[in-house]
Each structure stands twice: as structure tokens, then as C-alpha cells.
């Protein structure tokens, strides 16, 4: 069965960088991409950007252009989104999802809660 | 970039039907993915490309999408249908590839 299974929560300070992994298995991580998510608290869901599990090709959201980089290995089937020079409005829920070409994310990790604080 | 607007909130009694709507421009020329997200909880594809339901998902949930409106159906509504629920298109021609809109709780009275 599908599986993505994503890293423990992470308590950064702002100014500092975090990187999230989401390992997917029960599939050809290859064929699919994986997009990002995020949700802070009581908000609604914000796309982050996307990666092609076939040949790393990216597209990010504008917003966030300059501080995420979003990578894959695809030896162990896992992707990674770095997000750098957090803030306190980072402090978020981010998601992994996966999508085959411009189609639903049929399914998603299970979270990982990002808190920024000093 | 493309925008899709949705109610904050919408209530229906158990057994009544619920219609959950996602306004955007021109989005029946879209395909439009709706999601149910319970506290807590990961988000869960209930609908896809308008109208299709993934394997799992009761044939309570529908969809529908033409000129300007998609819409969300959920028939003999049951208490633990009661979540958060967006829609969601790909639009390539904006800075955001992937657009949701800002999500609707659905209170079962």
C-alpha cells in the first residue's frame, strides 16, 4: 500500500533552517511527483511547490523563492523540503503529498509540525 | 493568480444533503480535486478530476463543475462527515501551480 511517512516535529529559533523528509514506499517513487503543503495553525492549506520524483525538476511558490529548496533521493525513495531564514509565521504543519504529473495528491504524509521560536 | 472561493462554513442536519460550492473563473475548464481534512488529521482526497471518488470513498460524495462554480455534494449527510473540506485546481499560467481554496466547515446540527 502507499505510504508516506514524513519526520518528527522540529522546535527551530527564527533565523534558522529546518529539513522535513518524507520517505514514500508501496510505489515507483520515479513515476509520481511529490508536492508540498503547509498549514498553520487554524488556517487553510498553503502549496509550497512541487518535485518531480523522475528527474528533480521543481516549481516553487513565488512567496517562498529564495529560502525553499526541495530535493529527492530517489535510492531511498524520499524527498526533502528545506525551508531557510524561518520565521515566526512559518510555524506551520507541512505535508507531503504525492501526485502523478498535474493530477490530485491522492496521498499524503501524515504531518510534521514546525514550531519557530525564540 | 487564479483565486477559488468557498463558504467558510456550511450546517446540515444528519440524513439531509450538504452542498459545498468552489467559485473560480471560468473553472469548468479546470479539473477540480476536493479534499476532507478532520482535526488533527492529514487531508484525505474524497473527489477527483470533478466527479471521480477514489476507492474508499462512500458514493455519498459527488461532484460537479461548469461555467464558474464546482460543487461538492454529500448525500444522507452522517456525523462524521462533519470536517473541513477544499477544493483544489492546477493552474499553470499563475505563480501557483497548485491553488486551493480556503476551506469550508461542514457542522452536522
Known amino acids: 500500500q502507499v505510504q508516506l511517512v514524513q519526520s518528527g516535529g522540529e522546535v527551530k529559533k527564527p533565523g534558522a533552517s529546518v529539513k522535513v523528509s518524507c520517505k514514500a514506499s508501496?510505489?515507483?517513487?520515479?513515476?509520481?511527483?511529490v508536492t508540498w503543503v503547509r498549514q498553520a495553525p487554524g488556517q487553510g492549506l498553503e502549496w509550497m511547490g512541487w518535485?518531480?520524483?523522475?528527474?528533480?525538476?521543481?516549481n516553487y511558490a513565488q512567496k517562498l523563492q529564495g529560502r525553499v529548496t526541495m530535493t529527492t533521493d530517489t535510492s531511498t525513495s524520499t524527498a526533502y523540503m528545506e525551508l531557510r531564514s524561518l520565521r515566526s509565521d512559518d510555524t506551520a504543519v507541512y505535508y507531503c503529498?504525492?501526485?502523478?504529473?498535474?493530477?490530485?495528491?491522492?496521498?499524503w504524509g501524515q504531518g510534521t509540525l514546525v514550531t519557530v521560536s525564540s | 493568480s487564479y483565486v477559488l472561493t468557498q463558504p467558510p462554513s456550511v450546517s446540515v442536519a444528519p440524513g439531509q444533503t450538504a452542498r459545498i460550492t468552489c467559485g473560480g473563473n471560468?473553472?469548468?475548464?479546470?479539473?477540480v480535486h476536493w479534499y476532507q481534512q478532520k482535526p488533527g488529521q492529514a487531508p484525505v482526497l474524497v473527489v477527483y478530476d470533478d466527479r471521480d471518488r477514489p476507492s474508499g470513498i462512500p458514493e455519498r460524495f459527488s461532484g460537479s463543475n461548469s461555467g464558474n462554480t464546482a460543487t461538492l455534494t454529500i448525500s444522507r449527510v452522517e456525523a462524521g462527515d462533519e470536517a473541513d473540506y477544499y477544493c483544489?485546481?492546477?493552474?499553470?499560467?499563475?505563480?501557483?501551480?497548485?491553488?486551493f481554496g480556503g476551506g469550508t466547515k461542514l457542522t452536522v446540527l
Open positions: 483544489q485546481v492546477w493552474d499553470s499560467s499563475s505563480d501557483h501551480l497548485v491553488v
Open positions: 471560468n473553472i469548468g475548464s479546470k479539473s
Open positions: 518535485i518531480s520524483g523522475y528527474n528533480g525538476n521543481t
Open positions: 508501496g510505489y515507483t517513487f520515479t513515476s509520481y511527483g
Open positions: 503529498a504525492r501526485n502523478y504529473l498535474l493530477r490530485e495528491l491522492d496521498y
